[in-house]
């Protein structure tokens, strides 16, 4: 039972660290890419709270081993809470669909959403803009004379999102009431009407 409740205070600890160092750092730092800069700040609480965990006696009930195993813990559920919250909440077109219904007093006609999306979404988050930082950032493109280009690391990660898409998302999903493999070669009838190629 002492260990139990050590193991909750420890934990308690790594999220208090985990929260204060998050929100300093939205807060007073310049943020580059919201999942990146949340993943560092999961690594810092985790390290701090792992320092204090071998360094105070409170704590020395845990042997290595077990201390070790907190720590990974702590590395992963720092990671989980990057995805899951900051993230998500940033790119989520769910999320913006939910604020979007609640801003225009609770209700949307449905043949609207379109508009909604070109027209207001695109423009309200800087959809494109943000994309781009992120990806510059992540290394996968680079923008030369006005042309943005695939890195080489650019390409690897297209090829293998692609070969993912094609063959290990659901063929049977559900879109509107009607299930459907759409989404698993959304390009297959793309037809080009504008030429996007760079000079």
């Given at each position: 039972m002492k260990k139990l409740m050590s193991a909750i205070l420890a934990t308690l600890i790594f999220?208090?660290?985990?929260?204060?160092?998050?929100?300093?750092?939205?807060?007073?730092?310049?943020?580059?890419?919201?999942?990146?800069?949340?993943?560092?700040?999961?690594?810092?609480?985790?390290?701090?709270?792992?320092?204090?965990?071998?360094?105070?006696?409170?704590?020395?009930?845990?042997?290595?081993?077990?201390?070790?195993q907190m720590a990974i813990i702590w590395l992963i559920?720092?990671?989980?809470?990057?995805?899951?919250?900051?993230?998500?909440?940033?790119?989520?077109?769910?999320?913006?669909?939910?604020?979007?219904?609640?801003?225009?007093?609770?209700?949307?006609?449905?043949?609207?959403?379109e508009e909604v999306f070109t027209k207001e979404y695109i423009t309200e988050h800087r959809l494109v803009d943000v994309r781009l930082t992120e990806q510059i950032e992540s290394g996968t493109i680079k923008i030369v004379k006005g042309c943005v280009k695939l890195t080489d690391r650019g390409q690897r990660f297209a090829k293998f999102s692609r070969f993912f898409r094609e063959n290990f998302l659901p063929k049977k999903r559900l879109i509107m009431g009607k299930y459907t493999d759409d989404l698993t070669h959304p390009f297959e009838n793309d037809e080009i009407t504008v030429n996007y190629h760079c000079n």
């Open positions: 999220f208090f660290f985990l929260f204060s160092t998050y929100w300093l750092h939205i807060n007073y730092f310049k943020v580059n890419v919201i999942l990146y800069s949340s993943i560092i700040d999961g690594l810092i609480a985790s390290v701090g709270a792992t320092i204090l965990l071998f360094k105070l006696s409170r704590f020395y009930i845990f042997n290595n081993f077990e201390k070790l559920s720092g990671y989980i809470f990057a995805i899951s919250i900051p993230t998500v909440i940033d790119r989520s077109l769910s999320f913006y669909i939910l604020e979007k219904i609640q801003q225009r007093g609770g209700g949307i006609q449905l043949e609207k959403f």
